[in-house]
């Protein structure tokens, strides 16, 4: 898997993960699916707030890319920097997640992160104090299944950002009536080269919980 993983992440990686030819206009990529589940990447390549740049979260976008192929899910990624779609209110990436989910029928939005954590916690599920989920509260629950067999650690932080109406997860979940989940990742986990087990070990998390969404 290690190298499969790298290649699919040199695309972001491109130009210290400003992303794909400064040239193009493709600003992020949509793969086609066969089930209606819509995977996310939108900080795959770093992102513009304000007059900020911030990093990428690597290995998300590679992650989204070999779970769309494992899975047959839908995906949609950030390919090259401009502005971050989880807080600015009019964005070409989140206006194409609404498009996406209205013409492929979607059902669930699972929007992949990763971040530095201040503890071991592996996964962190983000569902706005559960507002997301639409009523569906069992996705959060097997989801702990899922971390209990694969030896995942879940957290489940229910603090919304400040600007929760301009996020994703937020907007999909509301404007589209789908649970929405943000799934940010210990970047420790992510770490492909450094800890391939457990990057393996959330990949099957992952696809276990799609294949389960799907037939439930």
Known sequence: MKEEILGLEADFANNEYFGTNVWTEEKYR???????????????????RG???????KYTGAL????SGSTN?????????????NTDIENDYKNAVINLINAFNIKILLDIHSSTFKDETDIDIV?????????????FDKFKELGIKYNIT???HNEPNKEKENEII???????????????I???????????????????????FISFFNYS
Do not use: W
């Open 30 to 48: 949509v793969l086609s699916g066969n089930i209606p589940v819509l995977l996310s990447a939108p900080h795959a390549v770093n992102q513009i």
């Open 186 to 208: 210990n970047n420790k986990r992510t770490d492909i080269l450094n800890n391939q087990e457990a990057f393996e070990n959330i990949t099957k998390l992952l696809e276990e």
């Open 127 to 139: 569902t706005n104090a559960r507002e997301t989920l639409r009523g569906m509260d069992n996705l």
């Open 154 to 156: 879940i957290d489940e």
């Open 51 to 57: 007059d900020d740049v911030r990093d990428a979260e």
């Open 73 to 85: 899910s839908y995906a949609i990624f950030q390919l090259f920097t401009h502005a971050d779609p």
């Open 64 to 67: 989204v890319r070999y779970l």
């Open 170 to 184: 937020t907007v999909s979940s509301l404007v589209c009536g789908i649970p929405s989940m943000r799934i940010i």
